[in-house]
């Protein structure tokens, strides 16, 4: 009876056994994990097979050593608490998968500091390419990524210099469009609540955006009318009621982030108010769970999903070499839902 499943530590499965085993060549075991394209599809079963009977487990850490890069990517998002990155990270995850890559995914907690320690972290691993959601680094993350040579893709806002490639959407734009679309819809004094603008970079493009239609329309810069909060459904209730407190004209609240909006929303049914009658309430980002709340909030809606899949393959192209001409700069835009709130 054979004892191969059984090895440990040094005396562990190697890629010798599995051809042994398969009764082919260690070249056409390496060619058909490594290189499937150049087996027919019934040896890379017949190699698959035995891979799973027999327990191998490629060393992926020296193959790395000797091809210098891997068959790894890393995404970075700000939060995996955030259902907000879920879509991209699943656009993503989808098309690499078919290519046969691998997602390695982390969280940098919103600090531009801890993204530059998971960037070395990632390139250290000797990952191919690199998806980021920030699109404001530190200078050494600059540094780095221009010495490791690998593709980048920005994806949390449409910057005009991005690392490699952007793909995304304007935060400034988006925000600007829907305080014009709430002043076309009668609105007067329109109130903007955004997370912290110094620290969060497409925070601060959507306060930009509010201000320019405001300008546009001939409407003053009134601080009052703008809030900064934390993150969180508490956030959104408390900014809409200091709002009014403060500001008792205002008649629309626009919130730079769904579950503010939906903390806001609540609060005001708690309070017995009618949305839009005592004051309208609008979002950014088109949660599942806007279009069931009472009202049915409106909101911007952004292509997350597709941002995912698009930059998942324009970094399978430049991984693959099949780019030139290829815009480094990819606009997929956003939509304004209207519903009921406003």
Request: aromatic letters at 4%; a positive charge.
């Amino acid at each position: 009876m054979s004892t191969t499943r059984g090895r440990t530590g040094g005396n562990a499965v190697r890629m010798i056994d599995v051809a042994r085993a398969a009764n082919v060549s260690l070249m056409t075991v390496s060619r058909a994990l490594r290189c499937p394209d150049k087996v027919s599809p019934e040896t890379r079963k017949l190699v698959l097979d035995t891979v799973l009977k027999v327990g191998y487990v490629p060393n992926h850490i020296a193959a790395n050593l000797a091809s210098n890069r891997s068959n790894v990517v890393g995404q970075i998002v700000p939060s995996i608490n955030n259902s907000l990155y879920s879509h991209t990270i699943k656009g993503t995850a989808d098309v690499l998968r078919a290519a046969g890559l691998h997602l390695l995914l982390a969280d940098s907690r919103y600090s531009m500091a801890e993204e530059e320690a998971l960037i070395d972290a990632f390139i250290a691993q000797r990952v191919c390419g690199l998806l980021l959601h920030n699109t404001s680094h530190t200078a050494r993350v600059r540094q780095v990524i221009r010495r490791a040579g690998i593709p980048v893709i920005e994806t949390g806002d449409l910057v005009r210099n991005p690392l490699d490639t952007v793909i995304s959407y304007s935060n400034f734009n988006a925000s600007r469009e829907m305080t014009l679309y709430l002043a076309g819809r009668g609105y007067q004094q329109i109130g903007f609540v955004s997370l912290n603008v110094k620290t969060n970079l497409r925070a601060r493009e959507r306060l930009k955006g509010y201000r320019a239609a405001m300008q546009s329309l001939g409407r003053p810069h009134d601080p009052l009318l703008c809030s900064e909060v934390e993150p969180g459904l508490t956030s959104g209730a408390h900014a809409m009621i200091d709002m009014i407190m403060r500001a008792p004209a205002v008649d629309a609240i626009f919130f730079a982030g769904d579950v503010l909006a939906i903390g806001a929303l609540f609060e005001a049914q708690r309070r017995g108010w009618k949305i839009p009658q005592r004051i309208a309430i609008a979002g950014f980002d088109d949660l599942e769970l806007l279009e069931h709340t009472v009202p049915r909030l409106t909101c911007l809606k952004l292509p997350r999903l597709e941002i995912g899949r698009r930059s998942a393959e324009r970094l399978l192209a430049r991984i693959r070499e099949t780019d030139a001409g290829l815009s480094r700069r990819i606009d997929l835009g956003f939509e304004i839902i209207q519903r009921e709130s406003t």
